[in-house]
């Protein structure tokens, strides 16, 4: 064999692994980092990153928790109260708001 392909195949691997190392990133992309690293094989790692960057970020998948808010104290309680507990014991009726609150 040629020293010339030897170089070429050297080369050829040293690509791979640049561009396996590089598709690593896109795992907490939701491209992944499986089509992230084909896209980055074909199209070269410099397509790959604009694949990346065009990519969002994982979606969480929203949770939401009914909550209940005292306007007055601005207090969340998680359970139904018919009037805040903590302003009724001040002397005022203060009824709460149900909320919807983000979960993570
Ligand atoms: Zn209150």
Same mark, same amino acid.
């Given at each position: 064999?040629?020293? #010339?392909?030897?170089?070429? $195949?050297?080369?050829?691997?040293?690509y791979i692994v640049i561009v396996f190392l590089f598709s690593?990133?896109?795992?907490?992309?939701? $491209?992944?980092?499986?089509?992230?690293f084909?896209?980055s094989l074909?199209?070269?790692p410099?397509?790959g990153?604009?694949?990346?960057?065009?990519?969002?970020?994982? #979606?969480? $998948?929203?949770?939401?928790?009914?909550?209940?808010?005292?306007?007055?104290?601005?207090?969340?309680?998680?359970?139904?109260?018919?009037?805040?507990?903590?302003?009724?014991?001040?002397?005022? #009726?203060?009824?709460?708001?149900?909320?919807?609150?983000?979960?993570?």
């Open positions: 064999m040629e020293e #010339k392909n030897l170089i070429l $195949i050297a080369l050829i691997v040293l690593r990133i896109g795992k907490n992309r939701e $491209i992944g980092s499986r089509k992230l084909w896209r074909f199209l070269t410099v397509l990153l604009a694949f990346y960057f065009s990519s969002g970020h994982r #979606k969480m $998948i929203p949770y939401t928790e009914r909550k209940y808010k005292c306007e007055r104290c601005g207090y969340v309680f998680s359970e139904e109260f018919e009037y805040c507990p903590f302003c009724e014991k001040e002397g005022f #009726k203060q009824e709460l708001s149900p909320v919807k609150q983000f979960m993570t």
